[in-house]
């Protein structure tokens, strides 16, 4: 049980306290303070995995945690500006739909394997970052329509062709 408690792993538990400021900040009007806490996440994620190799803590559980978090938060983050407006709510629903069927191959892809493990995909990680950037331009009104479009065609492309490569591809040695 002790395994699972370590720097990296608290770092990515930590960007789970930016979700209650991120709303804060909404509510009371203060759009560039709300930015800021995504922006916060987004440096915790960086940080956890140079955490994870300066402390010599890695694992697959940190690194299936890791990829949680990101879904959550940025999901949490999506939704909300659709649920208040600033977001597009069926372009929103479709990328935390495609969020959902990527953990489940994830799941079966480490299932495959036989042990708990994060599937690389260089794509999808540039999704998420692209994801990160779609939540400033709802905060900011910045062509949001467009570009929660673009995320859901982008990131469905992307799964479409890792989901092939965790489900039916051979498992590299």
């Given amino acids: 049980m002790y395994k699972y408690f370590n720097p990296a792993n608290a770092i990515t538990f930590s960007r789970f ?3 209650p400021a991120f709303v804060h900040f909404w509510r009371e009007g203060q759009p560039q303070l709300a930015l800021i806490m ?3 996440c987004g440096f915790l994620d960086l940080f956890d995995g140079m ?3 300066k402390f010599n803590c890695s ?5 299936f945690f890791d990829a949680a978090a990101d879904g959550i938060c940025y999901g949490f983050m999506m939704a ?3 649920y208040v407006g600033a977001l597009p709510w069926l372009p929103i629903v479709i990328i935390v739909g495609l969020g959902g069927v990527n953990t489940f191959g994830r ?3 480490a299932k495959r394997i036989g042990r708990t493990t994060n599937y690389r995909s ?3 990680e540039r999704v998420v970052a692209f994801t990160i950037y779609l939540i400033g331009f709802g905060i900011t009104q ?5 570009y929660s479009w673009a995320c859901a065609a982008v990131m469905g492309f992307i799964l479409i062709h890792d989901l092939k490569r965790m489900l039916v591809d051979p498992v590299p040695a």
């Avoid at 694992?59 to 690194?63: A, D, L, P, Q």
Wanted: cysteine-free; hydrophobic content about 60%.
């Fill in 51 to 53: 955490a994870a190799r």
């Fill in 59 to 63: 694992s697959g559980f940190g690194e």
């Fill in 17 to 19: 306290f930016t979700l």
């Fill in 80 to 82: 909300y500006l659709a």
């Fill in 38 to 40: 995504v922006m916060l």
């Fill in 107 to 109: 799941l079966m892809y």
């Fill in 122 to 124: 260089w794509a999808m």
């Fill in 142 to 146: 910045i062509q949001p329509e467009f």
